[in-house]
């Protein structure tokens, strides 16, 4: 019966490909010794390598290390190749302010990740079942979710597929008992520390005085929801490119009016996508904080930002809406050399900087957003680019005399979220160029000049679809209003 189960959802998933090497990860329980031996049964069908991994957590002392060498001599006993590794659960606790459960599956993941990257294998089998997924469904209601977290334990997210995920944990011990299969039990697993023990042991036991189908029916629920989600999140997808500009890794910029006019549920979905670009996937935001946030796009008068948890902010600049955190700065050398003639490039805001000299003022030589045009006798040569650092100051042309480049910053109605990432080409310690809005009082061309040099600003590439489809691009890290053609 369990292999039958176990056939049936590896192909209603698509779960494994002729010649596949997959790996099993085992635990010693009964729902990976069930899976290992299911595999075995299949291996012949699929023509597939099987490979035996074991994660000693090394949380229950003793018992980690009975369960580790239970597995091992499983796999020997079968003839499997078998890998096993120690993780440091409370290391990770300590570093990443994680609970036991999250630090444990983290390290877990990336080893198994790791050794299928290392043996080429294609898939790496997990021994959740039917019960697990109505547990994970009702923890998540009670902790709070949407829709996609409703949607529980996903059958396949590749390489990581749950053939056991249609089989209830009943079967299992009913197959490993008729096979005459041993297992090992993991003490923590009726402690009633965890959620997830209090759910299986108290809660789903009372649910089922109501329905005695509660698992199956949990299970179903959450199949729906996945499939609807994955319905909508094609939506977000379709959305996403004319919406946002993530071409600055640490920021996002959206275009208010647009998103005024999708359905309510896409713009949650999408502020959701957007601000988990920023965010551990533990650190999601709730549901009360995408609402706020959206609530807070879809008003009028944007003269406050908005501010979120883990430093996330908010604030609009004409109709575009840029989001970042406020700790994180580009990630580029504190200085960069300009040769002149020569040129550097800014991966991280999809620009470059040209510089040339020339002979004498050229026709036209006025600087505006893209170029500037120097007095190369009024500069000292290599320039340098870097960015804003407290206590800059700048004399604009024109200007009478200096200010601070932070004043400078809020005459232009620069918005806060980009001031740090504006490039400045600076002689020595003097600001010439704060590129995209206005070169220095002291570089100016006058009626003397006789040497120029010509600094230009250009997009280093296209970035998606929309750039594509245009003759220009908008200069990341300055001004959404800013163009830059494309040379």
Same mark, same amino acid.
């Given at each position: 019966?369990?292999?039958?189960?176990?056939?049936?959802?590896?192909?209603?998933?698509?779960?494994?490909?002729?010649?596949?090497?997959?790996?099993?990860?085992?635990?010693?329980?009964?729902?990976?010794?069930? *899976? +290992?031996? $299911?595999?075995? &049964?299949?291996?012949? #069908? %699929?023509?597939?390598?099987?490979?035996? @991994?074991? =994660?000693?957590?090394?949380?229950?002392?003793?018992?980690?290390?009975?369960?580790?060498?239970?597995?091992?001599?499983?796999?020997?006993?079968?003839?499997?190749?078998?890998?096993?590794?120690?993780?440091?659960?409370?290391?990770?606790?300590?570093?990443?302010?994680?609970?036991?459960?999250?630090?444990?599956?983290?390290?877990?993941?990336?080893?198994?990740?790791?050794?299928?990257?290392?043996?080429?294998?294609?898939?790496?089998?997990?021994?959740?079942?039917?019960?697990?997924?109505?547990?994970?469904?009702?923890?998540?209601?009670?902790?709070?979710?949407?829709?996609?977290?409703?949607?529980?334990?996903?059958?396949?997210?590749?390489?990581?597929?749950?053939? *056991? +995920?249609? $089989?209830?944990? &009943?079967?299992?011990? #009913? %197959?490993?008992?008729?096979?005459?299969? @041993?297992? =090992?039990?993991?003490?923590?697993?009726?402690?009633?520390?965890?959620?997830?023990?209090?759910?299986?042991?108290?809660?789903?036991?009372?649910?089922?005085?109501?329905?005695?189908?509660?698992?199956?029916?949990?299970?179903?629920?959450?199949?729906?929801?996945?499939?609807?989600?994955?319905?909508?999140?094609?939506?977000?997808?379709?959305?996403?490119?004319?919406?946002?500009?993530?071409?600055?890794?640490?920021?996002?910029?959206?275009?208010?009016?647009?998103?005024?006019?999708?359905?309510?549920?896409?713009?949650?979905?999408?502020?959701?996508?957007?601000?988990?670009?920023?965010?551990?996937?533990?650190?999601?935001?709730?549901?009360?904080?995408?609402?706020? *946030?959206?609530?807070?796009?879809?008003?009028?008068?944007?003269?406050?930002?908005?501010?979120?948890?883990?430093?996330?902010?908010?604030?609009?600049?004409?109709?575009?809406?840029?989001?970042?955190?406020?700790?994180?700065?580009?990630?580029?050398?504190?200085?960069?050399?300009?040769?002149?003639?020569?040129?550097?490039?800014?991966?991280?805001?999809?620009?470059?900087?040209?510089?040339?000299?020339?002979?004498?003022?050229?026709?036209?030589?006025?600087?505006?957003?893209?170029?500037?045009?120097?007095?190369?006798?009024?500069?000292?040569?290599?320039?340098?680019?870097?960015?804003?650092?407290?206590?800059?100051?700048?004399?604009?042309?024109?200007?009478?005399?200096?200010?601070?480049?932070?004043?400078?910053?809020?005459?232009?109605?620069?918005?806060?979220?980009?001031?740090?990432?504006?490039?400045?080409?600076?002689?020595?310690?003097?600001?010439?160029?704060?590129?995209?809005?206005?070169?220095?009082?002291?570089?100016?061309?006058?009626?003397?000049?006789?040497?120029?040099?010509?600094?230009?600003?250009?997009?280093?590439?296209?970035?998606?679809?929309?750039?594509?489809?245009?003759?220009?691009?908008?200069?990341?890290?300055?001004?959404?209003?800013?163009?830059?053609?494309?040379?």
């Amino acid at each position: 019966m369990l292999l039958a189960e176990v056939q049936a959802c590896v192909e209603t998933y698509a779960m494994l490909s002729q010649g596949d090497t997959v790996i099993v990860a085992v635990s010693g329980g009964a729902d990976s010794m069930a *899976l +290992l031996s $299911v595999l075995l &049964q299949l291996r012949a #069908a %699929y023509h597939l390598t099987i490979v035996v @991994a074991h =994660v000693n957590h090394q949380l229950r002392g003793v018992e980690s290390e009975r369960d580790a060498l239970f597995v091992e001599q499983q796999a020997r006993r079968l003839g499997v190749p078998f890998y096993q590794t120690r993780v440091d659960v409370r290391g990770l606790q300590r570093q990443a302010r994680l609970a036991v459960h999250p630090a444990a599956r983290q390290l877990r993941y990336r080893f198994f990740s790791a050794l299928a990257a290392k043996l080429n294998a294609t898939r790496v089998t997990l021994g959740h079942t039917s019960d697990d997924q109505a547990e994970t469904v009702l923890m998540r209601l009670v902790r709070g979710a949407s829709s996609r977290g409703l949607a529980g334990i996903p059958a396949v997210r590749l390489p990581f597929i749950r053939p *056991l +995920l249609c $089989v209830s944990r &009943q079967t299992i011990y #009913a %197959y490993l008992r008729q096979e005459g299969i @041993a297992w =090992v039990e993991d003490s923590s697993n009726v402690q009633q520390t965890y959620l997830r023990n209090r759910v299986r042991h108290d809660l789903l036991p009372h649910l089922r005085r109501y329905n005695p189908q509660m698992s199956p029916r949990l299970h179903d629920v959450a199949e729906l929801l996945h499939a609807e989600d994955a319905f909508l999140e094609t939506q977000v997808d379709a959305w996403i490119s004319p919406l946002v500009d993530a071409r600055v890794a640490h920021r996002r910029t959206l275009q208010r009016t647009l998103f005024r006019t999708i359905p309510l549920a896409i713009q949650r979905r999408l502020l959701l996508r957007v601000t988990e670009t920023f965010l551990a996937p533990s650190e999601g935001l709730s549901f009360r904080h995408i609402e706020s *946030l959206r609530q807070w796009m879809m008003h009028d008068t944007q003269e406050k930002p908005w501010y979120g948890p883990r430093h996330l902010m908010a604030t609009q600049h004409n109709e575009m809406v840029v989001l970042w955190q406020r700790h994180k700065r580009l990630a580029v050398p504190d200085t960069l050399l300009l040769p002149v003639p020569g040129r550097v490039e800014l991966p991280a805001l999809n620009i470059q900087l040209h510089a040339e000299v020339c002979a004498v003022p050229v026709e036209g030589s006025v600087s505006h957003v893209q170029d500037a045009w120097l007095d190369l006798d009024a500069v000292s040569v290599p320039l340098t680019v870097r960015f804003w650092r407290f206590g800059d100051r700048f004399r604009p042309l024109g200007a009478p005399g200096s200010k601070k480049l932070q004043d400078f910053f809020i005459d232009s109605k620069i918005p806060q979220a980009e001031r740090l990432d504006v490039p400045l080409v600076a002689s020595q310690q003097t600001i010439v160029w704060v590129v995209g809005y206005r070169i220095a009082e002291v570089c100016k061309l006058r009626a003397d000049t006789r040497r120029v040099v010509h600094l230009q600003c250009r997009a280093m590439r296209n970035i998606d679809a929309r750039v594509a489809e245009s003759a220009c691009v908008h200069l990341p890290g300055i001004c959404p209003s800013i163009a830059l053609k494309h040379g």
